[in-house]
């Protein structure tokens, strides 16, 4: 079977039936980055509680689960305008056609 760290890939023939890794190293490293990936989410996680709207004259604290940089309320008035600017384009194009 293949060593399950990633970053090794290796095939191995499993001494144990619930062996992940070809070795010691590579189940520990593999452990460690599990470990050290965990943290930096955490960390991330926490520091994006202070993050706030990009949108200008907006300070909305964004929510932690906004992947975006923008609050929900911005990124929908944007996605309007966006909408409102096509159509007028639309309707400046088929009005010149016509
Ligand atoms: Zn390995
Ligand atoms: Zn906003």
Do not use: W
């Amino acid at each position: 079977m293949k060593c399950s760290y990633k970053e090794c890939g290796k095939e191995f023939t499993p001494r144990t039936h619930n062996m992940k890794y070809c070795s010691d190293e590579c189940c520990r490293t593999a452990t460690n980055e599990k470990l050290r990936e965990a943290y930096y989410e955490k960390k991330a996680r926490l520091a994006g509680k202070k993050r706030i709207c990009k949108a200008q004259g907006c300070n909305v604290i964004l929510s932690r689960y906004n992947e975006d940089n923008v609050c929900d309320r911005c990124a929908n008035a944007k996605k309007e305008a966006d909408r409102r600017q096509m159509i007028e384009m639309i309707r400046s194009v088929t009005g010149k056609i016509s």
